[in-house]
């Protein structure tokens, strides 16, 4: 039996497994600098939550989950996103009654049935930001920034910032209405007929080039809204000139999730072909409702892990050698009880802050020489009978070749001497 990785789903591999270690950690840090507090929901949840709160005619939802029925006869499904999930924990736990916003961070796997291709997986890795329960432009603003600031960190500088505002409760109706008699002039078919039914906004996401032929003169989203909401999206903007941020104003970008309103934004690199959305995120000021909770207005947003570590590499910025698994101190015990010792004097150096691993499975001093030298190690301690007997070790510097015989008692000072000199 030859087992491989499901479709659409891959395993990430030293050295180039260490990128998706530094995307986390540089996405979350600017948030974590920023009073983001870290949260970790379950991977399923009850299928009734997406339904509900990511809304039922968006592609997640028809068709994208991981959906079944458990032992005890409940529908579960795998969490394709992140977004309800926490807003599910704030009102369970009653967070949102304490000081607002509530601010969090997440990192995890996600799940979506969808066709595969490069940088579109049915199991992908987001870290994402949530702060929930106030309504401020500086907010967004804030959030905004600190998903540029993770990228930055990395060094990436082609990621481009798109930024519209979908409106509110009080201003999209209007718009929807304006929007759907457009559609329904147009030559659709039948599924996307029916979408401009159910979720007209959605249609403007349409990726299809004779569909977006089509909708060059669409109303835009931007011409409908109401003062309040222009004003808000006005303050978002200053806030993020002010800030010395660039961005596109882009009146057709609405997102996948229904639940988005007013500040909506997506974070693009042109190096990654047909899928160039790196991260996204926007307000969602009716969520809570749609699941139950009370009116709880938050923004937020989850960046692509996978993604960000083909904009890294599309950008020359994945590093090669540097990435590999290095150690510093490389152990060469020869016979059974040189192992004995080896793994003692290992712990203790590693104790001692010294990254050290030594060759295993009794091999050779050859073999074991030369594992040395591709662990990247500066020195190796051999250890034979002889030096036992002595009570010695040999410490060898591998660059210059040249070896001391060390008592075993001061071989971890010796080594730490050395290496930070
Ligand atoms: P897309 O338009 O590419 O399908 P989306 O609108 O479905 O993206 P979100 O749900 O907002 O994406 O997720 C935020 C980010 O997560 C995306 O910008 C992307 O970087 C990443 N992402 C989403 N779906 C996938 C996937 N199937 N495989 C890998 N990364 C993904
Ligand atoms: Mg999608």
Not at 387 to 396: N, R, S
Request: with cysteine.
């Amino acid at each position: 039996m030859n087992f491989q990785a499901p479709k659409g789903t891959f395993d990430w591999l030293p050295p180039r497994s260490e990128l998706v270690l530094a995307v986390r950690e540089a996405l979350s840090a600017p948030a974590r600098r920023a009073g983001y507090g870290y949260i970790e929901t379950p991977t399923f949840e009850d299928t009734a939550l997406f339904a509900r709160g990511v809304g039922e005619s968006t592609d997640i939802v028809t068709k994208e989950m991981y959906t079944f029925t458990d032992k005890g006869g409940r529908s579960i499904t795998l969490r394709p996103e992140g977004t309800a999930p926490v807003v599910r924990a704030v009102l369970q736990h009653g967070l949102h009654n304490g000081p607002l916003p509530v601010k969090l961070w997440y990192s995890g796997n996600n799940f979506r049935y969808e066709r595969a291709q490069k940088g579109r997986y049915r199991h992908f890795s987001q870290v994402g930001i949530e702060a929930l329960g106030a309504e401020d432009p500086a907010l967004d603003a804030e959030v905004i920034t600190l998903g540029l600031d993770g990228y930055a960190s990395l060094g990436l500088t082609g990621v481009e910032l798109l930024l519209n505002s979908l409106g509110c409760k009080d201003c999209r109706p209007a718009y929807r209405t304006a929007l759907q008699s457009f559609l329904r002039g147009l030559d659709l078919d039948e599924q996307t007929r029916a979408r401009v039914e159910i979720n007209p906004l959605r249609v403007l996401d349409d990726k299809r080039p004779e569909v977006r032929a089509q909708l060059e003169a669409a109303p835009l989203v931007t011409d409908h809204l109401c003062e309040a909401c222009k004003a808000y999206h006005e303050e978002v903007r200053a806030l993020l000139r002010a800030a010395g941020v660039t961005f596109t104003d882009d009146p057709r970008l609405v997102r996948g999730l229904d639940y988005y309103t007013r500040t909506t934004f997506e974070y693009v690199h042109g190096g990654l072909g047909a899928q160039s959305a790196v991260g996204g995120g926007g307000r969602y000021d009716g969520l809570s409702e749609m699941i139950g909770g009370p009116p709880l207005p938050s923004v937020g947003w989850a960046i692509g892990v996978d993604r960000t570590v083909l904009a890294l590499e599309a950008e020359g910025l994945a590093g090669g050698d540097e990435r590999a698994v290095r150690v510093q101190v490389y152990g060469v015990p020869l016979g059974e009880e040189a192992r004995r010792e080896m793994f003692t004097l290992l712990r203790e150096l590693r104790a001692a802050g010294v990254t050290a691993d030594m060759a295993f499975g009794g091999r050779g001093v050859k073999g074991a020489m030369k594992s040395a030298d591709r662990s990247g190690a500066s020195y190796a301690i051999i250890l034979g009978e002889r030096d036992l007997a002595a009570g010695t070790a040999q410490i060898k510097d591998l660059a210059s070749g040249e070896q001391t015989a060390v008592p075993l008692a001061e071989i971890v000072t010796t080594l730490k001497e050395k290496l930070t000199t």
